[in-house]
């Protein structure tokens, strides 16, 4: 089936399930959504150096880190049929992992904008991730070189803008930053 013909349609996690392993599509709300082409070389960079970074201050610590496609199914238990492949991912609770992915939500998400998927990202997705939970959530920008973190507090995320030279933390990860200046070198 096309993708416009699957826009017309609702769709479930049993029917998302029975897609063909070639095509990466997202669920939301039941409405699919296919994923961009092969990211670009600065989308690939930008990824490498904050999984290279949070996979090292990780190793020996409980959580996980995860690079995309990994699903994720933020509200499993409500059958609301959202399955998302963030960027990168940390779970930090083991129970949430099944093999197929993460039920529920991930402790923090990272999603590396590209022209295709920033309106998504920017909003649907972000909706999403407030509402399941996601402790901490960043939209990096490679076009201006800027981290968006978005920190879950009372219900709502409070926001704070990193540039290219910061030291940025992670807030759901005590003591772990991010050396920006590695992330937009590339």
């Given amino acids: 089936m096309d993708a416009a013909s699957r826009k ?6 049993a029917d998302y399930c029975d897609w063909p ?52 199914r933020l509200n499993a238990d409500t059958h609301d049929n959202t399955v998302v492949q963030p960027d990168i991912l940390v779970v930090c609770d083991d129970g949430k ?15 590396i904008l590209s022209p295709s998927t920033a309106l998504k990202d920017k909003t649907l997705k972000f909706d999403k991730y407030l509402k399941a939970g996601v402790r901490e959530y960043w939209i990096v920008d490679p076009e201006i070189n800027v ?32 050396d920006l200046g590695k992330v937009f070198a590339g």
Wanted: hydrophobic share 40%; aromatic share 12%.
């Fill in 147 to 178: 981290v968006s973190t978005h920190v879950l507090e009372n219900g709502r995320y409070y926001t704070v803008a990193y540039t290219e030279t910061a030291s940025m933390p992670v807030y759901v990860l005590d003591g772990c930053t991010i």
């Fill in 8 to 13: 017309e349609t609702r769709y479930t996690y």
């Fill in 97 to 111: 992992l099944d093999g197929k992915g993460v039920v529920g939500a991930p402790d923090l998400v990272v999603e």
């Fill in 21 to 72: 392993d070639d095509e990466r599509w997202e669920l939301i709300d039941g409405v699919p959504y296919a994923m961009s082409p092969a990211p670009s070389q600065a989308h690939q960079s930008i990824l490498g150096a904050i999984f290279n970074q949070l996979y090292g201050f990780l190793d020996g610590k409980p959580c996980k880190v995860f690079l995309a496609p990994f699903d994720v």
